[in-house]
């Protein structure tokens, strides 16, 4: 499985993004998958949880084999390198990371 991530950038705090990640396989088919995120001098975390609760969805179009995170309301704290994740019959496969930037 390939992915390919793409849809980040520079913008000011409270504004939005929305990150695309296409496959090489159909989406339906593919176990899991997620979008993870590095901040600089941190651990690869699960884009997940009360630090992104409300504010980011994550979304998938099978009819396009992508999924999507659409990230509003950004705050500086959001700034990392956003990572495509699959999980697929036990391989584990990651995208090229897709930098995201927020300016306060």
């Known amino acids: 499985v390939q992915l390919q991530a793409s849809g980040g950038g520079l913008v000011q705090a409270g504004g939005s993004l929305r990150l695309s990640c296409v496959s090489s396989?159909?989406?339906?088919?593919?176990?899991?998958m997620a979008w993870y995120r590095q901040a600089p001098g941190t651990a690869r975390e699960l884009v997940a949880g009360?630090?992104?609760?409300?504010r980011f969805t994550f979304s998938r179009d099978n009819t396009k084999n992508t999924v999507y995170l659409q990230m509003d309301d950004l705050t500086p704290e959001d700034t990392a390198v956003y990572y495509c994740?699959?999980?697929?019959?036990?391989?584990?496969?990651w995208g090229k990371g897709t930098l995201v930037t927020v300016s306060s």
């Open positions: 994740y699959a999980r697929d019959r036990g391989t584990d496969y």
């Open positions: 396989k159909n989406t339906f088919d593919i176990n899991y």
């Open positions: 009360d630090a992104v609760k409300g």
